[in-house]
């Protein structure tokens, strides 16, 4: 039988999900997106595509009405309307938007609808949840969860020696929004930004990582008392946006300017679009380090899952794109299959707990090589 997945959003991230499903021959794959462009070269390649606008709630219900499953990926000021649309539709869902809200105030309407939804189905979140749950629910205790995570352009170009794949809304919205984080079994809360450290990767060198509020649903999930999550970027990337925030320039509120009334962050947003966008082709990895500490078998354990995954030319698909849709579409792959099939809301980490659903996505991953190392020491 073959399966009907709307994929709703055909951007960079959108367009590898699509690439991909449209390779298995048991789904049909349709793509929704208000850009023609995008939808024409999703078509070319074998999908079903319509040009709508995703911010109508009308529009995102006609599109999934006929749907077996639906994959979210919109931007993230979309994102939480879009999944409740597709709820109130009765469509199941996996939903890679990251959107600010809390996810869990879709609960009841997921649970009303019968339906299984996975929300936060990327990279990180996402696979970082994935082997946090598992960790939980293999080992005897869990003391400490450290990820470090980054997207970065392969080339170092002054200003910014940063780019990004997705709206520089949705970076500013991290730099900006406090991290929450868990110490000693107590959550705190801290600036964005903050508590800047140099961490050494191989092949790579230095990075710096500062916290930004990822851990999400882990906090409300998972028992580990000790739990952070800090972004990666080449150094010196954390003081030139705190200075860009300290200074206003993220602000949303309107200030008046010699041509008008303006609202700085819209400004930063236009200039940081073409600044941060990447030309095609032009290449860029994704780098992700988790420590997990424990007991395993009464001995103390450090586990470490290291990935480090690059542009792909031969699929030109760019590595964030395929490291968050891969993740995606093999969440969309366990679904599919029955793997994973209770209904309402759940984050990655849940459905991490079961082994046969982290080994699948595992699996899935390592087929279009993006691998995960993983290594276990004694302590």
């Known amino acids: ?14 367009g590898a999900i699509v690439r991909d499903l449209v390779s298995e021959d048991d789904f049909s794959v349709l793509v929704v997106d208000v850009d023609p462009v995008r939808v024409e070269r999703l078509t070319d390649i074998g999908a079903d595509g319509v040009i ?13 009405k006929d749907a077996d499953l639906v994959v979210g990926a919109v931007p993230g000021f979309l994102g939480y309307r879009t999944v409740e649309e597709v709820l109130k539709a009765g469509r199941p869902m996996v939903d890679i938007s990251f959107f600010p809200e809390d996810a869990f105030g879709l609960e009841k309407l997921a649970s009303d609808a019968g339906v299984p939804c996975v929300f936060d ?11 946090l749950g598992r960790l939980e629910a293999s080992m005897d205790s869990t003391h400490s969860f450290h990820c470090l995570v980054g997207g ?5 170009n002054w200003p910014w020696e940063y780019k990004a794949l997705f709206s520089p809304g949705d ?22 930004l903050s508590e800047v450290e ?4 191989p092949g790579l060198g230095s990075l710096e990582a500062f916290n930004t509020d990822g851990l999400r649903s882990l906090l409300r999930t998972c028992k580990t008392p000790n739990m952070v999550e800090k972004t990666l970027r080449y150094p010196g990337h954390a003081v030139r946006m705190r200075i860009l925030r300290e200074a206003g320039f993220f602000s949303t509120k309107e200030v008046r300017a010699a041509s008008g009334t303006v609202v700085p962050r819209d400004v930063t947003e236009a200039l940081l679009f073409h600044a941060w966008h990447y030309e095609e082709g032009e290449p860029d990895l994704t780098v992700m380090r988790i420590v997990a500490e424990g ?13 480090l995954d690059y542009y792909n030319t031969d699929t030109e698909t760019s590595s964030l794109a395929r490291t968050t849709g891969y993740t995606c579409t093999a969440m969309v792959r366990v679904l599919a299959s029955g793997l994973w099939s209770e209904p309402g809301l759940t984050p990655p980490e849940v459905v991490g ?25 004694e302590l």
């Open 171 to 192: 970076v500013i919205e991290e730099y900006v929004r406090p991290a929450r984080l868990r110490r000693d079994g107590i959550e705190r809360t801290l600036p964005a």
């Open 121 to 131: 189905c990327g990279v990180a979140p996402g696979l970082s949840n994935l082997v």
């Open 295 to 307: 007991t395993m078998g009464g001995k103390k354990v450090r586990h470490t899952y290291n990935l």
């Open 52 to 64: 709508a606008d995703l911010s109508t709630p009308t529009t995102v219900s006609k599109a999934v």
């Open 353 to 377: 707990r079961d082994e046969a659903c982290f080994s699948a996505v595992l699996e899935h991953l390592a087929a279009r090589n993006v691998h995960f190392f993983h290594r276990v020491d």
């Open 1 to 14: 039988m073959t399966l009907k997945i709307v994929v709703l959003g055909g951007g960079r991230v959108g």
């Open 198 to 201: 140099l961490v050494d990767f």
């Open 152 to 156: 970065l352009p392969v080339e170092r």
